[in-house]
C-alpha cells in the first residue's frame, strides 16, 4: 500500500476495484484546507481516461507490472507475439490491441505490460516508420501552407500528410495521436 505522494507517472495503482495507470498527478495545498493529490488516471480495462482527487492519507495499492519487449509475428484473426528472450508467444485479439493495430507492421516490436500473466497494456514505440501506398497526387500550384491531404500506408492506416508527400514515399509517424512527422 502506497500514499499518492509516492505516486510516479506510469505507475499502476488498484483503486475502487480497477487498475489504472497514472498519467498525471500534482499535490495542492489550497491557503484553507486540508491538502489533497489531484490524479489523472488510465482505467486499464475500458481505456478510459477519469481524474480523481485523493486525500494525502488515503492508501492505495500498488500493482507489480512486468514490462516485456516482444516481436509481432503475424495475424490470423488474432495477433501473434514472441518474447525473443524466452520464446515465450503471447497471441491477443483486435479488442484488445484497440487503436494501435493499424500501425502495427510484421516484424515491429511493441511492449507489452502483464500483471498475473494478465495483459495489461501494448504500447508501440513513440515512432514509426511507414511506406505509403496510396496518396492523392499533388495538383501543379500547391503550395507549402499548412495544407495536408490523406495517405494510406502500407498497415492500412489512413494519416493526413503535407501536399508533397507521394506514393512510395516512407514517412515518420507518431504513434500517440497518430500524426505525420517527417518524411525519411
Known amino acids: 500500500m502506497i500514499l499518492p505522494n509516492q505516486f510516479?507517472?506510469?505507475?499502476?495503482?488498484?483503486?475502487?476495484d480497477q487498475l489504472y495507470s497514472i498519467l498525471e498527478f500534482q499535490h495542492i495545498k489550497p491557503g484553507?484546507?486540508?491538502?489533497?493529490?489531484?490524479t489523472k488516471l488510465k482505467n486499464l480495462s475500458t481505456g478510459a481516461i477519469v481524474e480523481k482527487t485523493l486525500r494525502p492519507e488515503e492508501k492505495v495499492?500498488?500493482?507489480?507490472?512486468?514490462e516485456k519487449k516482444m516481436?509481432?509475428?503475424?495475424?490470423?484473426?488474432?495477433?501473434?507475439?514472441?518474447d525473443e528472450q524466452t520464446l515465450e508467444e503471447v497471441e491477443l485479439s483486435g479488442e484488445q490491441l484497440k487503436d494501435i493495430k493499424d500501425l502495427l507492421l510484421?516484424?515491429?516490436?511493441v511492449s507489452i505490460s502483464?500483471?498475473?500473466?494478465?495483459?495489461?497494456?501494448?504500447?508501440l514505440p513513440n515512432f514509426v516508420e511507414l511506406q505509403v501506398t496510396e496518396t492523392e497526387p499533388s495538383a501543379k500550384g500547391d503550395t507549402a501552407q499548412r495544407s495536408y491531404k490523406k495517405a494510406k500506408v502500407e498497415t492500412g492506416a489512413v494519416i493526413q500528410v503535407p501536399l508533397f508527400i507521394k506514393k512510395g514515399d516512407k514517412i515518420k509517424i507518431d504513434t500517440r495521436d497518430k500524426t505525420?512527422?517527417?518524411?525519411?
Open 32 to 38: 484553507k484546507g486540508g491538502a489533497f493529490v489531484r
Open 71 to 82: 516481436r509481432y509475428l503475424y495475424c490470423d484473426g488474432r495477433y501473434h507475439f514472441i
Open 114 to 123: 502483464f500483471h498475473n500473466k494478465q495483459v495489461l497494456q501494448i504500447r
Open 106 to 109: 510484421e516484424g515491429s516490436l
Open 8 to 16: 510516479r507517472a506510469g505507475m499502476v495503482i488498484r483503486y475502487e
Open 180 to 184: 505525420y512527422v517527417s518524411r525519411v
Open 61 to 66: 495499492e500498488e500493482i507489480f507490472v512486468e
